[in-house]
């Protein structure tokens, strides 16, 4: 068995390390080496990432990255490019990043080029997008298909609608683009309720289609359509779905020919661009779905070939080691400085936490050191007025990822350039704060110089692109999948399974059962009382 993580020397060096540096501020770091805004300054994919904000040196950087030669980062990079299972409990390859390769490219799954199989979909999927677009695909009655209500959950659910409402400056206006995933029957009731059914296509994602929720939800959906039309032919017009399950399509009553497939191979977090994705291509269009895929392309080509100290995915993701357990930070604050990108928090939340929220190693040891920080985060300026002032005066330390473009992604440069004023203000206030002398020189009274005094020294990470196009979201999104793998392979856990999610599934359906009978049993005091208030309270009149 090998030695746990914080056995190695490379790990003791950076622990070290970082107790030498103790009280040593970003301010004094700043003031030591005015130059290190451009040497931690890297960029990939079209994408500008300065970690200078970071409290980190060179000699940090340089730990770090011995750290991840320890790990075989690289060697696990490739194992996961090549093929392998990679994720081992469920002995699965994790290949993604074939779903953005070009076709012509050969990556093989057990001795299979899968890069053809991936384009044929695409081509579905551009033909069908096409249809819907250009009003080709009618309905049962014949009428032009005006809404499209996207089912599932999860990695089913949050890639499409974050890239939905990111790429909305690039979408069909004149249709209309819903998702549902609550098992909440208020979530599908809201979608629907100024719906015409002639006009509306719902398109049911799910990787097992066996998924309690979006199965509920399809089901009802299929119900208001079939109450509109009265006729089991209408449901082929108005349900497509997007499942690596066949049988279990069919089985819900939707022709394949609608089906749009992928793999086990891709991860239900890792899948927005494969068919999961159909609800963004028929809002955007084939030929932006594709500039997103060569975003993520590129991402993928920098993190493969670009050298260690200057591979953004690779240093951000030991960024987050650093942070997460030498400075002991236990959350990330993502904020985009776009409304366009408010989901994208509530994206990276699954990506980072369910593949990184793990307690053993890839052996089944239990780690010994902390695993996957707290990812949360709102859009700049909003999170402003609420959150902020615990970033910058409170006694916890939450690392930020600020996220911001050059361009206006709306017309107004003016308004464009007061939010990035807000960006650049936020980042420079929480690494130099502001000093009990800068108050007094202002005149603040002396009482009042504490409350006021900004501490600074709380790290970020600003990163830059050109604008919020399709491109840029896609190398986006890979440049966080590769830090995640980063960080899962510096902890040597399974980045790419989910265990942890089947028991509270289990007990639900379990649960079920009992309300139905009106009898709970076999659990815990403060369920069984639980369970019994719900009932008499839905027994109320
Ligand atoms: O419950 C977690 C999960 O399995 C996620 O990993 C997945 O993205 C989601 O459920 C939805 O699963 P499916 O696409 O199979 O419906």
């Known amino acids: ?103 012509g490219a050969t990556i093989l799954h057990e001795g299979e080029n899968v890069v053809p199989a991936v384009h044929d979909v695409l081509d579905r999927m551009a033909d069908f997008a096409d249809a819907l677009r250009e009003g080709r695909w009618r309905g049962y009655s014949g009428a032009r298909i005006r809404n499209v209500i996207s089912i599932g959950i999860g990695g089913s659910d949050l890639g499409p609608i974050m890239a939905y409402e990111a790429l909305r400056g690039f979408s069909r206006r004149d249709m209309v683009f819903r998702f549902v995933s609550n098992v909440d029957g208020s979530d599908l009731a809201e979608a629907l309720h100024d719906l015409d059914p002639a006009e509306t296509l719902f398109i049911v994602c799910s990787k097992t289609f066996t998924t309690l929720e979006t199965l509920t939800n399809a089901r009802a959906a299929r119900e208001w359509c079939l109450a509109a039309f009265g006729h089991e032919a209408a449901i082929a017009r108005h349900f497509a779905a997007v499942s690596t399950n066949e049988s279990e399509v069919r089985t819900f009553g939707i022709d394949p020919a609608q089906m749009f497939g992928f793999w086990d191979w891709v991860g239900g977090r890792y899948s927005m661009d494969s068919a999961i994705g159909l609800s963004t291509m028929i809002a955007v269009g084939p030929g932006n779905f594709a500039a997103m895929l060569a975003g993520f392309r590129a991402m993928d080509e920098h993190f493969r070939t670009a050298p260690p100290e200057r591979n953004l995915p690779l240093v951000m993701g030991l960024l987050g080691v650093w942070n997460t357990n030498f400075l002991g930070a236990e959350t990330v604050a993502v904020l985009p400085y776009a409304q366009y990108l408010n989901r994208f928090p509530a994206y990276l939340q699954q990506l980072t936490m369910e593949s990184n929220g793990k307690g053993v190693t890839l052996s089944g040891a239990p780690v010994d050191h902390d695993t996957g920080a707290i990812f949360w985060g709102e859009p700049g300026t909003n999170g402003q007025h609420s959150f902020y002032q615990l970033l910058h005066q409170g006694t916890r330390l939450v690392p930020c990822d600020f996220i911001g473009f050059c361009e206006p992604l709306s017309a107004s440069a ?57 491109r840029t979201l896609g190398a986006l999104v890979a440049l966080y999948e590769h830090s995640v793998f980063t960080q899962g392979a510096i902890w040597g856990i399974d980045s790419f399974d989910q265990w942890g999610v089947e028991l509270g599934k289990q007990l639900a359906t379990r649960i079920i059962d009992e309300i139905r009978a009106g009898a709970p049993a076999g659990h815990d005091p403060s369920t069984i009382a639980l369970i019994r208030r719900y009932l008499a309270g839905k027994a109320r009149p």
């Open 1 to 103: 068995m090998s030695a746990p993580l914080t056995h190695l020397p490379q790990w003791q060096a950076l622990a070290a390390h970082r107790d030498a540096l103790a009280g040593r501020t970003l301010a004094d770091l700043f003031a030591a080496d005015p130059m290190r805004a451009e040497r931690l300054g890297l960029e990939g994919a079209g994408l500008f990432a300065d970690f200078s904000k970071q409290r980190v040196t060179d000699e940090t950087m340089r730990l770090l990255l011995d750290l991840a030669r320890a790990r075989d980062v690289a060697g696990r990079r490739d194992a996961m490019f090549a093929g392998d299972a990679i994720n081992v409990t469920e002995n699965r390859a994790v290949l993604h990043v074939a779903l953005r390769a070009p076709k």
């Open 414 to 470: 003016d308004q464009h350039d007061l939010l990035m004023a807000n960006l650049f203000a936020q980042g420079e206030a929480l690494a130099f704060g502001r000093s009990a002398e800068d108050l007094r020189a202002e005149g603040t009274p002396e009482w009042l110089v504490p409350h006021r005094l900004c501490p600074g020294n709380r790290p970020s990470t600003t990163i830059l692109a050109q604008a919020l196009d399709p």
